[in-house]
């Protein structure tokens, strides 16, 4: 097999899950019944594999789970997942019929939708067909304008086999605390979707399942957490990059996580290059002094984020080696020069860990300016996944 995998551990995926739960139900609230974890598994669940990572939360007490599209929900059916299973994006016209079939939850982000889901909802045969309603409370990307919330109750009215079960709406900047008016965003999309849900209860509507806290705000903003919170990256153990950054420590140290991914390749080359010879495309890398550079069998096709390239380093035998040149489809090289005993064969940690050594993704997605979520997405499917038990 080619020798490159990325080693998933369920229990750690598992213990965030829990403690999780546990840091959103404190001892000290009292409350009629604890609040829901709705677990994001979209996008093959942040690269770590959707079925089986929805399938160990299931089986850990996940109460819902979040993907981006039907063929997302259906292919966790499919593998057995039998928890709600919400449709963040919604459906387009002509998915409706199959997430009645596969009992799917859709997010309505427009009125109009409203009628589409009707039609198929009044030749199901099901008594009630039930949906959450997004609204935008400031983010300008998908919902309802809380102005519209009036439209939407008329149109409601009209449909006699919907039910609403849930309202939501999505943070732009939870993770922002700075005295700007982006660190003051969070808190008025709070006022404008709490006023928009209780817009809806004087117009005789139950909301449902309030829910609007991710990751950053499950973390840092308790106000948010109402009846249900929707962990992301910090399900698979990474936190957010709050802002400022002096404040990550202590922010960090409220809720510990286990890094669940840890991607790796082996060495299928050494090569002793002279000083003054380029290395790889281009030439962008050239020594100065004599350098022993061994190549690694992944590249950009893999998931090894192109923008490493000469500015990136891996975890091998115990110690950090830069990535040299330009990241290529297929393979990587790296500047062994100061690591003893290097051979054929060796492992190389992309980022994760490797025994008591770390590398973790959130600082290597860091030093090229992107979000850890980019890196764990993009392990391609051409690199199998691991399961540790």
């Given at each position: 097999?080619?020798?490159?995998w990325a ?9 965030n ?8 139900n ?8 604890p ?5 994001i ?21 996940c ?7 039907t ?16 449709i963040?994006?919604?459906f387009v ?5 199959r997430?009645l ?10 009125c ?9 909802a009044?030749r199901s ?8 309603l ?11 304008s809380?102005?519209?919330v009036?439209c ?9 086999h ?7 709406t ?10 700007t008016?982006v ?7 709070e ?5 928009a ?11 449902g399942?309030?829910h609007?806290?991710?990751?950053a705000?499950?973390v840092t903003?308790p106000?948010?957490w109402a ?7 910090i ?12 404040q ?22 050494l090569?002793?290059?002279p ?10 890398f050239?020594?100065q ?33 830069p990535?040299?040149?330009?990241i290529s ?8 020069t ?9 492992m ?6 490797d025994?008591k ?12 300016g992107t979000?850890?979520?980019d ?12 399961y540790?038990?």
């Open positions: 097999m080619r020798p490159v080693d998933i551990s369920l229990p750690a995926i598992v213990h899950f829990k403690a999780i739960r546990a840091y959103v404190p001892p000290s609230e009292k409350r009629a019944a609040r829901k974890v709705l677990s598994v979209k996008g093959n669940a942040y690269g770590h594999g959707g079925p089986p990572v929805a399938k160990a939360l299931e089986k850990a007490g109460d819902w789970f979040g993907v981006t599209c063929e997302e929900g259906i292919g966790l059916r499919l593998a057995g997942v039998r928890k709600p299973i919400l963040l994006t919604s016209p002509g998915e409706e019929k997430l079939q596969h009992n799917l939850t859709p997010v309505i982000h427009r109009e939708q409203l009628s589409q889901l009707e039609r198929v009044a045969g099901k008594r009630k067909v039930s949906f959450h997004k609204i935008d409370s400031g983010m300008n990307r998908l919902g309802i809380a102005n519209d009036d939407f109750a008329r149109q409601l009215a009209k449909a006699k919907l039910e609403i079960g849930g309202v939501l999505h943070f732009a900047s939870s993770g922002v605390f700075s005295d008016p660190g003051r965003q969070t808190r008025d999309q006022e404008r979707f709490f006023a849900v209780e817009r809806l209860r004087a117009l005789g509507i139950d909301p399942i309030v609007l806290a991710n990751s705000a499950i903003r106000e948010t009846d249900m919170v929707r962990p992301g990256a399900l698979y153990g990474y936190h957010p990059g709050y802002d400022p950054a002096e990550r420590p202590e922010i960090e140290k409220r809720l510990p996580l286990e890094p669940a991914m840890s991607l790796r390749t082996r060495i299928i080359s090569r002793d290059v000083a003054g010879a380029g290395v790889g495309y281009d030439s962008s050239v020594p002094k004599p350098a022993r550079i061994a190549v690694l069998a992944a590249g950009y096709g893999d998931g090894i984020h192109r923008a490493l390239s000469n500015r990136g380093s891996v975890l091998i035998r115990g110690a950090l080696a990535m040299v040149g330009i489809m297929d393979v990587t090289m790296i500047d062994v100061e690591v003893p005993g290097v051979e054929i064969g060796d190389a940690t992309i980022y994760g860990t025994g050594c770390k590398h973790p993704a959130n600082l290597v997605a860091r030093s090229i979000v850890t979520s890196l764990l997405c993009a392990v391609s499917h051409r690199v199998p996944r691991i540790l038990h």
